[in-house]
């Protein structure tokens, strides 16, 4: 598998959270165990007096903290101290007056933040890097990595708890005075694994409202849910047997694509770009809905965003939550565009490889970002040349120029896709096979099925963009809409393949 | 700027982005709307309930379409039902490849034969089969039981068949049975609620198998008894191999069978079921006959020593005890008739049964068909 299970963790000493890892053995939204863990959590929360709305806040903190201890008790543990320290330092900031003396309780709530994300996540990544640099300098590198589990979600809280310092100490927002409010702004479980990535100002007031239940929520996380899981099921994974290969082997283009012909691995290329935006699009399109359903609102994070005509609106489309932290808290920091040509693409391509080694500790994924910096200078030069030329620009925004944009944007980007995985030297594999045009093995699976997949989103996509389905839900009556609903989780059940996958994302 | 130039925010719909029509301006939900919502959800959970269980319930009594290894074959043998006396061979992958039961009707023209071989199975699956089959008023006038000595195997775990006759395939009454027979009742009854209460999940190879099989991969279609003649027997594709063909797949089996052999034991579970299928049969006046199918010289040589004529032994017993014929036909063909040892080339399979019809179904009708 491109990215291996995330599951594999030591055993807790404690027999209570051993136990907790039976009952909870993966933290995938679409699997039964949630699903009644779920059910309890929820079942909880209404069922509490809506006047003990506090009760109701440390209930979803003990619940989001055993979400995590199910997976690994001491992780859990290490995630709650750092929060409780992010919140102390934040009432400490907001209590000093003295401009030095914010910037570095700031700076040391920045500096522990990174400084764990460091060491779990980029420390044998900066090692290894260092050991090949004196390899090649002719020294060896004796350097030991180390063997250590990853927290999961961790580039997500970390970013949340960093721009909570930050909006603090700009002043945007007041510290929170509220311990439980704040565990459930980092903790709450629908974001803590794999965002949406969500900012202190949007969440921490929904924490202090008194929640009521309400149909209409309850019916729109419903269709959030159904969507994710529908995106995750019956295209995400459908999509991975085209990329991964079959089991038990996993040989699939993308892994062995010595062995395929060069169609194939194209076709796998594609499936990959369509995989991993179900993938991700579903596990958001999930949490979204369970926080709906707990009465809490998480903004959208992804737009149609293979409907975009370029790769700046790409995105805008994409990954939302992750594209504004970047660039609010680093973009604009290091100058935004302000300071001319040169400045600005300087700071677009940094702070996009930056994006790309959030995403992983590998050259790899900061050369997928730097593909895409690359990707953007490329745009804004060429729009402010087609500017100039005024019978182009109106050919581009026409009706077909539209759709031509919109194939070079995807075309751009899931070539880009090639580079997004672990290993650099599978990418040149990939790449040198797709322009070697020699014969080799077919798909594993009749490529029918992924075609009609294709089409099928894409239609779906475009039924959507047009307000054709919006028309369909405002107007369509009940049994028609709970009809649709009963259907769209049937099919999902129904397509889904032999072997669930995890989710792409839960290994950053 | 484009893509990171600081946008105005925009105040966020709670909602798809296809659900911003149900908020009316001030924010407010019309009670109306509120209404509709919640017959929406209840309406929707309701339906995916009441699918469930309604597919749960019709595969429940149709064994046919929760286990199309035996649905397709089912429907071969329907097809061809027209009077004659019905000569019917259980067996596995071995049977399936073996048994041309086309060639014994070309020789016994007064006796429809069929072939009900499925891969993987052994005396407990033909004991389920059986009895789908005696509930369909399928009666043989002789039914040839062939044992596949691996499927002997009778481990701690269980047998070994539970790996392929899984609780999906399974109806509640069956799952009792196979339980019986050592079977772990906590999987196979878990699998088997699955199937009842989420068929959708359950079964969805069972149904995409059939409604669109090119989506799924290969060995999860069940096709083993579509891919047939009308007859049930199958051959492989090609039917001739090189050396190093065969001494390829010869190893593959090999390392398919050496271990189980080693727990296989003709005293196990499995055993008793062939004893109870054969008692059933004597019971409901079926004349039966218990086969014990070639075997390549290398293949033999996989066995412990003594093994095979020790289970050998053991099913004459068991048949002759259960008023049965047995017919040990281990040495009948040569190694090139074997394509990995085990599974015969057609004209292996020809062979086999022209000397199976000439030695074990001409004599059980020699007074009427022939």
Known sequence: MLFAASTSRPESEFAYFRALREWLPEPFFQTQPFLIFFAVVAGVYWLTPRRWKTVRVWWLVIASFHFYAAWSAELAFLVGATTVADFLLARLMDRTANPRGRRAILLTSIGMNLGILAYFKYKNFFLGSLNALFETAGVPGSFDTLNILIPFGISFYTFEAISYAVDVYRGKIKAERSLPHFLLFILFFPHLVAGPIVRAGDFLKQTRRIKRWNWVRVQVGVQHFLLGVFLKLAIADRMALFCDGLPPGYDGPLHKPGDYSTASVWLAVMAYALRIYADFAGYSHMAIGLAHLLGYRLNKNFDMPYLAPNVAEFWKRWHISLSSWLRDYVYIPLGGNRGGTWATNRNLMLTMALGGLWHGASWSYVLWGVIHGALLIGHRQFRAWSETQPTLKAALESGLGTVLRIAVTFAAVSFAWIFFRPDLAGSWAVLERMFAFVPGKPLDLNNRSLWYTVLFVLACQVIVRFGVWQRIWAKAPPLALGMGYATCLTLAMLLAPPVGKTFIYFTF | ?370
């Not at chain 2, 195997?153 to 196979?178: C, I, K, Y």
């Not at chain 2, 594709?237 to 065969?246: F, I, L, N, S």
């Not at chain 2, 281990?330 to 030695?359: I, K, V």
Request: glycine share 10%; aromatic share 8%.
């Open chain 2, 1 to 370: 700027m484009a893509i990171l130039a600081p946008a105005p925010r925009k105040r966020t719909s709670i909602s798809l982005p296809l659900s911003a029509a149900v908020w009316g301006p001030g924010g407010e939900v019309p009670s109306k709307r509120r209404t509709q919502s919640a017959r929406s959800v209840l309406i929707g959970l309701l339906s995916l309930v009441g699918f469930h269980l309604g597919f749960g319930a019709y595969a429940e009594h149709n064994p046919k379409r929760k286990d199309p290894t035996f649905g397709d074959k089912f429907d071969k043998l329907a097809a061809r039902s027209d009077g004659r006396p019905l000569v019917l061979m259980l067996g596995s992958s071995r049977t399936l490849l073996g048994f041309h039961a086309g060639q014994v009707e070309g020789e016994l023209p007064g006796v429809r034969a069929f072939n009900f071989g499925t891969p993987a199975s052994g005396p407990i699956t033909h004991r389920v089969y059986l009895r789908r089959l005696l509930d369909a008023e399928v009666v043989p006038a002789l039914l040839l039981i062939e044992v596949l000595p691996p499927a002997l195997a009778d481990g701690a775990d269980g047998p070994g068949e539970q790996l392929f006759l899984t609780g999906e395939r399974l109806s509640s009454s069956e799952v009792d049975l196979v339980a019986r027979f050592g079977f772990r009742e906590d999987r196979v009854r878990s699998a088997w609620r699955d199937s009842v209460y989420a068929p959708a999940s359950a079964l969805r190879f069972q149904f995409l198998g059939r409604a669109v099989p090119s989506w799924i991969p290969w060995n999860l279609r069940g096709d083993w008894s579509r891919n047939t003649d009308a007859h049930g027997w199958a051959t492989p594709p090609r039917q001739t191999v090189t050396p190093e063909e065969r001494y390829e797949r010869t190893a593959n089996a090999d390392a398919e069978y050496r271990a189980t052999l080693a727990v296989t034991t003709p005293e196990g579970r499995p055993m008793r079921a062939l004893a109870e299928l054969l008692a059933l049969c004597r019971e409901r006046g079926i004349r039966t006959r218990v086969i014990a199918m070639p075997e390549a010289p290398t293949f033999r040589r996989l066995y412990p020593d003594g093994l095979s004529d020790r289970i050998a032994k053991s099913l004459e017993v068991v048949a002759n005890a259960n008023g049965a014929g047995f017919s040990d036909a281990r040495h009948w063909l040569a190694e090139e008739d074997f394509y990995d040892g085990h599974h015969l080339f057609r004209a292996g399979a020809e062979g086999f049964t022209r000397r199976l019809t000439a030695e074990a179904i001409r004599p059980h009708f020699a007074g009427g068909a022939k």
